[in-house]
């Protein structure tokens, strides 16, 4: 006899009208049927909620939860709360899925046996759709490795070596045992109203002994205009510091807080730079007293903990390796991380091969004729899947 196991998604939903029946209609249209859609109604004041019960009365695999507005972090909890599926996925309203998203979730989760499988998203714009895939093309990653590849850069950079790849902490990606969840009580942080999935994914995967990873991409993160991310918030700074003391933390108790220390203190310094563009580039109020922003920009930058990080943080990570000896004391062999930088050599003068002016002229004007001449001439189409081009996350 086959087992069924039934995944719980749980949709937060507060005040999200435009986007909220495409959100839905592809969770309906999933090719794995054996889902639970549970749609939790914060508090929304627009139609948000005759949209979910319309859609539960046409689909019996809905549930609607309507609860008074208590952030997205409670939501997504009351969710978890009644979800009673085998796995847990998670989807915020204005974005949507690719139909085969959670059946290729559920078989690379049960072929690997491990309490989280995540994939690779869409990022959507007005213009285009771009895909964002991982860095790495492993199946499943183990141990040390979970931490090296996904943990480390979901916090921040290491140092400024220009060989960091930021990795979205975001749990729409996922998909979760929900025993797994309930045995570490693992839960959203209340009272946290930006990047409170980055804490939950970053606690869970501390937890994690493998990670399943599928290499599709299904998700479409959508960059609405209107959304918190995109919008002023007067209390960002506030926000960001209870994020990071969350995260600072979990790496505490989790025996990390050396090994995480500079990717944390970059990211302090990230959120000082957040900070000030909230408070002059995302504040449109004209009516704004600007006496009041200069006053808290200048509290950010006062800020105690960001001297002393300023004072602690590392920009290079100097590799362990001794430098090479000096080569006619002249040339030397700087050593950062793994990476050997050699300064350049001067370039040296030919002899004999001066061009005149006249000759530089008449090379040029060939150059142009021969670039109006391949501007003429058709070219071949591109293949979609050919011209598609993919950014390593």
């Given at each position: 006899m086959?087992?069924?196991?039934?995944?719980?998604?749980?949709?937060?939903?507060?005040?999200?009208?435009k986007?909220?029946?495409?959100?839905?209609?592809?969770?309906?249209?999933?090719?794995y049927?054996?889902?639970e859609?549970?749609?939790?109604?914060?508090?929304?004041?627009?139609?948000?909620?005759?949209?979910?019960?319309?859609?539960?009365?046409?689909?019996?695999?809905?549930?609607?939860?309507?609860?008074?507005?208590?952030?997205?972090?409670?939501?997504?909890?009351?969710?978890?709360?009644?979800?009673t599926?085998?796995?847990?996925?998670?989807?915020?309203?204005?974005?949507?899925?690719?139909?085969?998203?959670?059946?290729?979730?559920?078989?690379?989760?049960?072929?690997?046996?491990?309490?989280?499988?995540?994939?690779?998203?869409?990022?959507?714009?007005?213009?285009?759709?771009?895909?964002?895939?991982?860095?790495?093309?492993?199946?499943?990653?183990?141990?040390?490795?979970?931490?090296e590849?996904?943990?480390?850069?979901?916090?921040?950079?290491?140092?400024?070596?220009?060989?960091?790849?930021?990795?979205?902490?975001?749990v729409?990606?996922?998909?979760?045992?929900?025993?797994?969840?309930?045995?570490?009580?693992?839960?959203?942080?209340?009272?946290?109203?930006?990047?409170?999935?980055?804490?939950?994914?970053?606690?869970?995967?501390?937890?994690?002994?493998?990670?399943?990873?599928?290499?599709?991409?299904?998700?479409h993160?959508?960059?609405?205009?209107?959304?918190?991310?995109?919008?002023?918030?007067?209390?960002?700074?506030?926000?960001?510091?209870k994020?990071?003391?969350?995260?600072?933390?979990?790496?505490?108790?989790?025996?990390l807080?050396?090994?995480?220390?500079?990717?944390?203190?970059?990211?302090?310094?990230?959120?000082?730079?957040?900070?000030?563009?909230?408070?002059?580039?995302?504040?449109?109020?004209?009516?704004?007293?600007?006496?009041?922003t200069?006053?808290?920009?200048?509290?950010?930058?006062?800020?105690?903990?960001?001297?002393?990080?300023?004072?602690?943080?590392?920009?290079?990570?100097?590799?362990?390796?001794?430098?090479?000896?000096?080569?006619?004391?002249?040339?030397?062999?700087?050593?950062?991380?793994?990476?050997?930088?050699?300064?350049?050599?001067?370039?040296?003068?030919?002899?004999g091969?001066?061009?005149t002016?006249?000759?530089?002229?008449?090379?040029?004007?060939?150059?142009?004729?021969?670039?109006?001449?391949?501007?003429?001439?058709?070219?071949?189409?591109?293949?979609?899947?050919?011209?598609?081009?993919?950014?390593?996350?």
């Amino acid at each position: 006899m086959t087992v069924v196991e039934v995944i719980s998604i749980i949709v937060p939903i507060y005040n999200i009208e435009k986007y909220l029946s495409r959100s839905i209609e592809s969770l309906i249209n999933q090719t794995y049927p054996h889902l639970e859609i549970i749609l939790v109604n914060d508090g929304s004041k627009d139609n948000s909620l005759a949209i979910c019960e319309a859609y539960a009365k046409k689909d019996r695999r809905i549930v609607v939860i309507d609860k008074v507005n208590e952030g997205v972090s409670i939501a997504r909890n009351t969710g978890l709360e009644a979800a009673t599926g085998t796995y847990v996925g998670f989807i915020d309203p204005d974005d949507w899925v690719e139909p085969t998203m959670y059946e290729k979730l559920y078989k690379q989760i049960k072929k690997w046996d491990s309490p989280v499988c995540l994939c690779n998203y869409f990022k959507d714009t007005k213009k285009k759709s771009s895909p964002k895939v991982f860095s790495f093309k492993d199946e499943v990653l183990e141990d040390k490795v979970i931490i090296e590849k996904l943990v480390n850069n979901m916090v921040g950079m290491p140092d400024l070596m220009p060989t960091y790849v930021c990795v979205m902490g975001c749990v729409w990606r996922g998909l979760f045992k929900k025993e797994f969840l309930d045995t570490n009580q693992l839960r959203f942080a209340p009272g946290v109203s930006i990047m409170e999935d980055l804490v939950f994914m970053v606690q869970t995967l501390l937890k994690c002994q493998s990670v399943a990873i599928e290499q599709g991409v299904y998700y479409h993160y959508v960059q609405n205009p209107s959304s918190t991310l995109h919008t002023y918030n007067k209390k960002l700074w506030e926000d960001q510091i209870k994020v990071y003391e969350l995260l600072e933390k979990s790496f505490i108790e989790s025996h990390l807080e050396e090994e995480m220390r500079n990717r944390l203190d970059f990211r302090y310094i990230g959120m000082v730079l957040s900070a000030i563009k909230n408070e002059t580039y995302m504040k449109k109020d004209k009516d704004s007293d600007l006496k009041d922003t200069v006053a808290h920009i200048k509290q950010i930058c006062q800020d105690e903990k960001l001297k002393f990080v300023l004072e602690r943080v590392k920009p290079i990570q100097v590799s362990e390796k001794k430098p090479a000896a000096k080569e006619g004391g002249k040339r030397l062999r700087a050593i950062y991380s793994d990476r050997v930088v050699m300064p350049k050599k001067p370039k040296e003068k030919k002899k004999g091969t001066y061009i005149t002016k006249k000759a530089s002229q008449a090379k040029k004007l060939e150059k142009q004729a021969k670039l109006s001449e391949a501007k003429r001439k058709p070219r071949a189409k591109k293949s979609l899947s050919k011209a598609k081009h993919y950014e390593v996350e």
